[in-house]
């Protein structure tokens, strides 16, 4: 059935992709930007032929009252392409760990000396090592003095089975746990601190992922490779403690963030569901299907600060969804935004004033066309455009980080050696 589903979406849409990490679903460990954010760090694929080819980190200025506001401000490259996916903040929001899906190598940028413009300080290419054989350092979550990292992959067969990592922040590998048997895919981790609960969710293998998308569909033995589930943990004691069935591949999580709301969300790809993951009164945890999205390909969500909406950007159709969720067991869609080819991505702001989304996936999963980042912002109950930012110049636009200048400058600590240059785009 789900070979069929996305057979039919390819043929219409023409492809599929998975999704990433804005404001209202950063780590509670880390400090937050409350206010107006000044810029916007996109984690971006290189395109062979396409200016130097390298993956990079590209700044856009994201202030109204800026001159540049909208322009790209600065890019930031490293050697090669490594199919540029995710990133996100140390806990003491200096540092931002990228990684590449393909080569399992990740970047460390220095984002606290100047906020506009990240340097490459540290390349870590002993993940695989590390880990005892995990592959694509997918998730990137802040814990103190910490960074926990969720992969997809191993490498002894290219299959879903994988599992977490821990490095400290300056890049020393900690340890490495592997999914439970039961439930052995992997793709992104969250957690709740008041709870003691961490949730991760379930995708596939590299040899899916990396695999034109294509052939993929019409392999029906291939296309049974993907997780159904989402497995929960005891934070502490990194022990799973449940898993849930959730059909269809249930990709990004997020946790509310008010009091008392002991919940948490996710959307599944292949089956098109809007999923509640909720605690019952005996402790355990259920799961409820609470808005049917459609076979649209729904890849990325996002939470509204107050946990009354949630942001699903569907891949296939190119729509950015609204969902009230004021009642957490009815998802009652209220806004649809028609973004543009493959929008992936969506981004809140801590405030819940703006958004931000992306239409890049996977180099063997994206197809030709253009790729930008795009700004909305509420304007008398509805989302109204504020700029786009045309990404072609330099590559694919994926995962956002917002930053500000609060965060910076600040006492320069000592950073490891293979600092690389970074390019002003625009000048300021």
Known sequence: MIQRILLAAFLV????GSAAADETCQSPFLPKVTGQEDYIYVWTLGVKGLGDGND????????????FYGKMINRAPV????????????DDRRYLWAGGLDTSQIFVFDVGSDPAKPKLVKTISTFVKDTGGMVGPHTFYALPGRMLISALSNAQDGSGRTGLAEYSNDGKF?????????????????????????????????KNYMRPFGELVKDGEAMKNFGGSVVVWDFHARKP???LSVPGAPLELRWALLPNHNYAFTATALTGQLVLIYQQEDGTWATKNIAEIGA???????????????????FGDGTLRVYDVTNPFEGKLIEQVKLGEMANMVSSSWDGKRLYATNSLLSQWDKPGDYWLKAYA???GKLVAKFTTDFNPVGRAHIMNLNSKAFGPRAARSAPSDRRTSTNVASR
Do not use: C
Not at 56 to 67: C, E, F, G, I, L
Not at 174 to 203: C, H, Q
């Open 174 to 206: 900690i340890r490495a746990i592997w999914m439970p048997k039961e439930a052995p895919y992997g793709y992104d981790v969250r957690v709740n601190v008041n709870l003691n609960r961490m949730l991760t969710s379930s995708f596939s293998g590299k």
């Open 13 to 16: 849409f023409g492809l599929f």
């Open 241 to 243: 403690l449940q898993v």
């Open 296 to 314: 649209n390909l729904p890849v990325d969500i996002s939470i509204a600060p107050d946990d009354s909406k949630i942001y699903v950007n569907s």
């Open 79 to 90: 050697p090669g392409r490594h199919e540029a996916h995710h990133a996100g903040f140390t």
């Open 378 to 380: 509420w304007e008398d």
């Open 56 to 67: 990079s980190m590209v700044t856009v200025d994201a202030n109204p009252k800026s001159p």
